[in-house]
């Protein structure tokens, strides 16, 4: 009962069997909030490798990054209503406090989320992993926990404010001991319609006897919601990441999607291998994406996004 409630309730911490058994694990949260001027990201987590447990904040901006490390009795979560906090921090749905004071860094401020709006769900697809997220051994769990959300309030970094009032939020999270060895990350919800908002990534899935390409993808214009997945029979005809823009066609039954990206600076970010937090990636925040969805060859929609989150990894 517990394992099916932790299934359908992705948000909540999944990780309490590994915090005892210290397992090589980890798990971290994904706060993106951008407006039309800036971006800030937040991943807070908690990491265990060979029996040494830490919590962590990262801290992803269009031009810096920053690493904070925390003991791991800093770390608290609350399953009703979902929370965690991180020292002072505080992340949920409804928000993020932040009050980061490390030897030459200050980050503080409070955001408040609203308007969260999220994709559909069934038994059968409890999260965009669709079936997979009940196969027990994954390598890496994904979950998405806010489509898109209004996001108002200030985060100062040092001497500079960040201000994000009419700004638009996304909320996910992974799980597991490490990140694919190859992956494309892709997101965006700053298009020229308000209520679109978007998520394509594409890796290399080991199993235990075999590995292969999985890819989940959805749009969500209005309510209306498209999806692109290995689990729905979509098919992946084009992924061309030497070129720039960047290039990813899907295609299910009568739908075809074809996905531009732009991809401009990024910042460091480090991500699980085995727990251990040592792999070094490269995210922009800032990346430009153009989408084009047709029906029997007819475009039926098309859109620009600025602050689009990406990361290619080998």
């Known amino acids: 009962m517990k394992k099916m409630y932790l299934i359908k309730n992705p948000e909540i911490f999944q990780g309490e069997n590994n915090l005892s058994k210290k397992n090589d694990y980890f798990e971290g949260w994904y706060f993106k909030n951008t407006n039309n001027e800036n971006g800030i990201s937040f991943i807070p987590g908690i990491n265990i490798e060979d029996k040494k447990e830490k919590a962590f904040i990262q801290v992803i901006t269009r031009n810096e990054s920053y690493y904070i490390d925390y003991n791991i009795d800093e770390f ?6 979902f929370k965690i906090k991180i020292g002072p921090n505080t992340f949920s749905k409804n928000g993020i406090n932040i009050d980061i004071n490390k030897e030459n860094l200050n980050i503080s401020g409070k955001i408040e989320y609203s308007d969260s709006k999220n994709i559909k769900t069934t038994n059968f697809n409890p999260n965009i992993m669709g079936p ?3 196969i027990p051994f994954m390598e890496c769990n994904h979950a998405i926990l806010s489509m898109q959300n209004k996001v108002k309030g200030k985060i100062k970094i040092n001497n500079n404010s960040l201000e994000f009032d009419n700004g638009t939020g996304y ?6 001991t490490s990140f694919p060895k190859d992956y494309i990350w892709c997101q965006g919800n700053n298009f020229q319609n308000k209520n679109t908002s978007f998520l394509l990534a594409i890796a290399n ?3 235990k006897v075999f590995d292969f390409r999985g890819f989940i993808c959805v749009l969500k214009v209005e309510n209306e919601e498209f999806k692109f997945t290995t689990y729905n029979n979509s098919k992946l005809t084009k992924c061309n990441l030497t070129n720039d823009p960047i290039e990813v066609v899907l295609k299910r039954k009568d739908y075809e999607l074809q996905v531009k990206t732009h991809i401009n600076s990024g910042q460091k970010l480090s991500a699980p291998v085995k727990g251990k937090m040592e792999k070094n990636i490269v995210e922009s925040i800032s990346s430009n994406m153009e989408i084009v969805l047709k029906k029997d060859d007819k475009i039926i929609f098309s859109d620009k996004s600025s602050n689009c989150g990406v990361e290619i990894v080998n």
């Not at 608290?76 to 209503?81: G, I, N, S, V």
């Open 171 to 176: 909320i996910e999270k992974d799980w597991g």
């Open 132 to 134: 997979f997220s009940y």
């Open 76 to 81: 608290e979560f609350c399953h009703k209503p």
């Open 205 to 207: 899935i080991p199993l």
